[in-house]
């Protein structure tokens, strides 16, 4: 069964750092592009990052670039997305998506379960 | 920034055909995607490639895309089938969402 687990989520203040992690499982990872997407508390869907299964290919959403760095190891099949100068408006539910492919330019048809991000003093 | 333009909600009676639309300029020459989330689950892939099915996605889920709308239709509505609904698409290398649908099953 394809699966995506994140973890490393957790309460941090203003202008801190945190890293979130993805273990994947059950697919050829080192096939696949990957994919961090956040929904803030009630609101919708919000791309973050994608890396390409060699990581060829890395985009940022204008709002979290120079802050966040996603990254890739294809012998732990993990996704990584590190997170730096965080703010309050980065508060949300993150979650890790596998590509339709190896560059990053389909859907994500695996999602994880989520891991919660909260940035508060 | 490229937009993606989705109604807040739309309602339908079970049983019925509900249509939800997704606006963007030159749509048609992009490949759209669709998803559902129920509330407090994680999203799913209902359609890729305007109109593909993965595996396990029921029959009544389908897509189409052309001009400047994309459009999810949903055949024979259940009451499982309330949830919110996006659109998605690449431009210039970002991926952008619709800003999501709430589908009342009424």
């Known amino acids: 069964e394809e699966q995506l687990v994140e973890s490393g989520g957790g309460l941090v203040k203003p202008g801190g750092s945190l890293r979130v992690s993805c273990a994947a499982s059950?697919?050829?990872?080192?096939?696949?592009?990957m994919n961090w997407v956040r929904q803030a508390p009630g609101k919708g869907l919000e791309w973050v990052a994608s890396i390409s299964s060699e990581r060829t290919f890395i985009y940022y959403a204008d709002s979290v670039k120079g802050r966040f760095t996603i990254s890739r190891d294809n012998v732990k099949n993990s996704v990584y997305l590190q997170m730096d100068s965080l703010r309050a408006e980065d508060t949300a539910i993150f979650y890790c998506?596998?590509?339709?492919?190896?560059?990053?330019?389909?859907?994500?048809?695996?999602w994880g379960q989520g891991t919660m991000v909260i940035v508060s003093s | 920034s490229y937009d993606l333009t989705q109604p807040p909600s739309v309602s339908v009676s079970p049983g019925q055909t509900a249509s939800i639309t997704c606006s963007g300029d030159q749509l048609g020459n992009k490949y759209v995607s669709w998803y559902q989330q129920r509330p407090g689950q994680s999203p799913i892939l209902l359609i890729y490639?305007?109109?593909k099915r993965p595996s396990g996605i029921p029959e009544r889920f389908s897509g189409s895309n052309s001009g400047n709308s994309a459009t999810l239709t949903i055949s024979g509505t259940q009451a499982m089938d309330e949830a919110a609904y996006y659109c998605?698409?690449?431009?210039?290398?970002?991926?952008?969402f619709g800003g999501g649908t709430k589908l009342t099953v009424l």
């Open positions: 998506a596998k590509g339709d492919g190896s560059a990053p330019i389909g859907g994500f048809d695996i």
């Open positions: 490639q305007d109109k």
């Open positions: 059950g697919f050829n990872f080192i096939s696949y592009s």
């Open positions: 998605q698409a690449w431009d210039s290398s970002t991926a952008v």
